[in-house]
């Protein structure tokens, strides 16, 4: 819809700067003929169209920049998968190097590392629409010995509650909340960055891993103590069959009662609770693989 649009944008701005480039030149024969006037009276009956001209042709080009670039609206509408893609590429925009999106699902609370300034940091990326909590600040201190980094940080398209600011404070955790990925997203060059990042990304092909971030987005906004831990094609049924780790205090009903909801947050069909092994503290999901028109 917004190309389709875009390209009536363009239409318009281009039939007015046509109209006003022929009113100038128009203007241009006219002052031909008014050789033996003054330089300024030919300059005086110029200078509108001129000025009309650079008008229409600026307004046309920043419209059309406004209208394309990475804004915050977009990022709100993504994917948790998409998200993290997405932030990959304004971190890389920013000055980051080695940017690197880690695995789907069992991330130890890592969703991206990266290197600036010769210091490596760990990043969790959290798309929410409430205030992100102290879980995804011990998530991130968590994970930083697993992957070797020197500065964890969390960023969201959200705020952090009070809490969560403190704890991040007392251990040097970096927090790019909506207003600080405002000002990363104005850096020049941020919307090839990020179309690039999701280009790059093959895993947002891949059903186990949209489907794994899906399930990990809704575990952490909805406060459910669990984890994604394994991830399988069942083919005879054309399933997934996600493991999941049960964390202290969650039982299988906990997960059970909430089958309906994933399923409507993650646009599945349904969401089966299911028992894949007899190892404690674990628990199963089937959901429905999607299909291409090829397999209907």
């Given at each position: 819809?917004?190309?389709?649009?875009?390209?009536?944008?363009?239409?318009?701005?281009?039939?007015?700067?046509?109209f006003a480039v022929t009113a100038a030149a128009e203007r241009f024969a006219l002052a031909a003929e008014l050789v033996t006037g003054s330089k300024k009276e030919v300059f005086l009956r110029l200078l509108p169209y001129t000025v009309l001209t650079a008008l229409v042709l600026a307004a046309g080009s920043a419209l059309l920049h406004k209208m394309g670039r990475m804004n915050l609206k977009k990022l709100d509408v993504m994917f948790g998968n998409e998200f993290e893609y997405a932030c990959a590429g304004i971190l890389r925009a920013n000055g980051f190097k080695n940017v690197r999106v880690t695995q789907a699902s069992g991330d130890f609370g890592v969703d991206i590392t990266a290197q600036k300034n010769h210091i490596s940091y760990a990043v969790q990326c959290k798309r929410y629409e409430k205030k992100v909590n102290n879980s995804a600040i011990q998530e991130v201190i968590g994970g930083l010995a697993v992957y070797g980094c020197e500065v964890g940080a969390v960023m969201t398209n959200s705020y952090f509650t009070e809490p969560a600011k403190r704890l991040a404070e007392a251990n040097g955790v970096i927090l790019w909340d909506r207003d600080a990925l405002a000002e990363m997203l104005d850096r020049?060059?941020?919307?090839?960055?990020?179309?690039?990042?999701?280009?790059?990304?093959e895993q947002l092909d891949d059903p186990e891993a949209v489907c794994g971030c899906v399930i990990d987005d809704y575990l952490s906004e909805y406060g459910i103590g669990a984890e994604v831990e394994n991830i399988e094609v069942l083919e005879d049924s054309c399933e997934l069959l996600v493991e999941l780790k049960l964390l202290?205090?969650?039982?299988?009903?906990?997960?059970?009662?909430?089958?309906?909801?994933?399923?409507?947050?993650?646009?599945?069909?349904?969401v089966t609770c299911v028992f894949p092994s007899k190892t404690a503290g674990r628990v199963g999901l089937?959901?429905?693989?999607?299909?291409?028109?090829?397999?209907?």
């Open positions: 819809m917004w190309r389709g649009i875009k390209r009536i944008i363009r239409v318009v701005l281009w039939l007015c700067g046509t020049s060059g941020t919307k090839k960055a990020v179309r690039q990042s999701l280009a790059d990304s202290q205090g969650v039982r299988i009903d906990d997960i059970r009662a909430v089958t309906d909801d994933l399923a409507a947050y993650g646009g599945w069909e349904y089937e959901i429905p693989l999607p299909l291409d028109e090829e397999d209907v």
